[in-house]
C-alpha cells in the first residue's frame, strides 16, 4: 500500500527566508510521480510541482524545488525567498501503479506553513 | 475557462437525509475524484472514477456513492449510513497519467445539522 507521510503538523518562518517541508514515501512501484500541493485558507488546492521517480534533476518551479533523495523515499518542498502569501496549508501527495493503475492519488496529512513578518 | 465547478459552496441538511453534491469539470478528463477533508487533516479519498460507468472505492467509501454517467459529470451523495458526514468535500480531475496533476473544485462544506 502506498503512504505519505507529513512529519511537521506546523511550521514557521521569517519572510525572504527560505524554508524546507518534509515529506517521505513508500512505495513498491518502481515507477511513481510525486506532487506537491497548496492550499490557502480559502480552501483550493494549488498544484506547485511534480517530480517523476525516473526524472534525474530535482523538480523546480519558480521559488519552488524539490529535494528528491530516491533511496531515502524523500521528497521534500523547498520554498526559496518566504512571502507572506506563501501561509498556507502544504500537502504532499503520491500516485503509483501498486493500486488503481496509476489513477489513485494519495495525500499527506499536511503542514501548515506561517509566514512571519 | 476551463475547469471543475462544485455547487452548492455551503450545504446545511438535517441528520437522516441523502445529500448529493454536484461535480461537473470541462476540461476533457478522463479521471475524476472524491475526497473529504476535515478541520486540519488532509485529503481522504473517498471515490475515483477512470472512464465512464466505472468507479471504485477509495479509503472511506462507506456510507458513500458515486454515479460516472457522463465524462464531464460525477456526483457524490452522501447517505444517511454516513456516520459523521459534516466536512469539506473537494472534487478533482485529471488527465490520469502518472505526471499529470489533479485539478481542483472550489470545494462543498457540508455541515449536518
Known amino acids: 500500500a502506498q503512504k505519505i507521510t507529513q512529519t511537521q503538523p506546523g511550521m514557521f518562518v521569517q519572510e525572504k527566508e527560505a524554508v524546507t517541508l518534509d515529506c517521505t514515501y513508500d512505495?513498491?512501484?518502481?515507477?511513481?510521480?510525486l506532487f506537491w500541493y497548496k492550499q490557502p485558507s480559502s480552501g483550493e488546492m494549488i498544484f506547485l510541482i511534480y517530480?517523476?521517480?525516473?526524472?534525474?534533476q530535482n523538480a523546480t518551479e519558480g521559488r519552488y524545488s524539490l529535494n528528491f533523495q530516491k533511496a531515502r523515499k524523500s521528497a521534500n518542498l523547498v520554498i526559496s525567498a518566504s512571502q507572506l502569501g506563501d501561509s498556507a496549508m502544504y500537502f504532499c501527495?503520491?500516485?503509483?501503479?501498486?493500486?488503481?493503475?496509476?489513477?489513485?492519488?494519495?495525500f499527506g496529512t499536511g503542514t501548515k506553513l506561517q509566514v512571519i513578518p | 475557462d476551463g475547469g471543475i465547478t462544485q455547487s452548492p459552496k455551503y450545504l446545511f441538511r438535517k441528520e437522516g437525509q441523502n445529500v448529493t453534491l454536484s461535480c461537473e469539470q470541462n476540461?476533457?478528463?478522463?479521471?475524476m475524484y472524491w475526497y473529504r477533508q476535515d478541520p486540519g487533516q488532509g485529503l481522504r479519498l473517498i471515490y475515483y472514477?477512470?472512464?465512464?460507468?466505472?468507479?471504485q472505492k477509495g479509503d472511506i467509501a462507506e456510507g458513500y456513492s458515486v454515479s460516472r454517467e457522463k465524462k464531464e459529470s460525477f456526483p457524490l451523495t452522501v447517505t444517511s449510513a454516513q456516520k459523521n458526514p459534516t466536512a469539506f468535500y473537494l472534487c478533482?480531475?485529471?488527465?490520469?497519467?502518472?505526471?499529470?496533476?489533479?485539478?481542483f473544485g472550489p470545494g462543498t462544506r457540508l455541515t449536518v445539522l
Open positions: 478533482a480531475s485529471s488527465m490520469g497519467l502518472l505526471k499529470h496533476e489533479q485539478f
Open positions: 512505495t513498491s512501484d518502481p515507477s511513481y510521480g
Open positions: 517530480q517523476g521517480s525516473y526524472d534525474q
Open positions: 501527495a503520491m500516485r503509483d501503479g501498486n493500486s488503481g493503475g496509476y489513477q489513485k492519488v494519495t
Open positions: 476540461l476533457n478528463h478522463d479521471a
Open positions: 472514477s477512470q472512464i465512464v460507468n466505472d468507479f
